[in-house]
């Protein structure tokens, strides 16, 4: 007989649960194109890698390259579609009474397919700001590169936290109080090796939640998890919905 793709235990407890907490990372935009964090840099952006590139360091060495790299992002993922990972999500959240998705990914394709409770712990690729003040910039009309704040002409930089940078206070204390009242914790196509979210299925675990893992590798937090379910989140997900929910 072949063994379920979902252990019968975790669908009985995702059945009657109240409070389910998903982090999700890099690996749930995989299935839409829009490369994982660590896999190789494609094309012109081979010799970089992202840790270096994601620092505050790299932006005041050479603004222009860190900002291109950005805008070669974002143009990535405008052409990217949210996939049956992110929209299982959604359906998820329609079924859960109390529902929260803390995401790590700055690629805003969960708002896209219709998730509504998000934290986004390290800001979003579409968001700018000025590097001076930290205000959000929506419209600009430098034609330099980086652009300039049209207030200050402080260099304007993506909204998104990079290493070495503390994460948004508010959005970080609502994820860890969420965790700690999760009945359910996903960690979904994480390598769970940044900090501080990398701390959050762990801090579910001690706060007594079942913590389930979906992700074609293993990580060094699998070993830990209540469930490590060893797949593609664009085939587990939609398989979980089906076989908790049936339809
Ligand atoms: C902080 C936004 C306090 C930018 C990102 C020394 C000095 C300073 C700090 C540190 C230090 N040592 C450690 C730290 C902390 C540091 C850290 O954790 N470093 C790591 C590398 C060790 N963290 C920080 O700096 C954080 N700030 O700590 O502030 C502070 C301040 C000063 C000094 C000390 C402390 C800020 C961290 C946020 C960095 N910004 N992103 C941008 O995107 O450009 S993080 C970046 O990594 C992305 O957000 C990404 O989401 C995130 C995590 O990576 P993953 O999402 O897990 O992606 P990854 O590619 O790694 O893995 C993908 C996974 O998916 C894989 O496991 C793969 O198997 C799986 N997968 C693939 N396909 C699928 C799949 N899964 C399911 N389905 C599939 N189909």
Redesign the pocket.
Known sequence: MKTPLIPARLIERLRTARRVVVLS????S??SGVP????AQTGLWEQYS??DL?TPEAFARDPKLVWEWYAWRRNLVRQAEPNA?HLSLVEMERKIPEFTLIT???DGLHRRAGSQTILEL??NLFRTKCSNKNTVVKTWDSTEVPPRCPCCAGLLRPD????????PHETLQAAQQATEQADIFFS???????????NLPIFALQAGATVIE????P?PISAQMTFSLNG???TLLPVLLTETWGH
């Open positions: 990372g890099a690996g749930i995989a299935e994982t964090f660590r896999e992202p840790e994601a990972g790590q990914n700055v390290h800001g998104v936290v990079w290493f070495g940078e503390m994460l979904i196509g994480t390598s769970a090796l940044v900090y501080p979210a990398a979906i992700n074609p590798q990580t593609a989140a664009g």
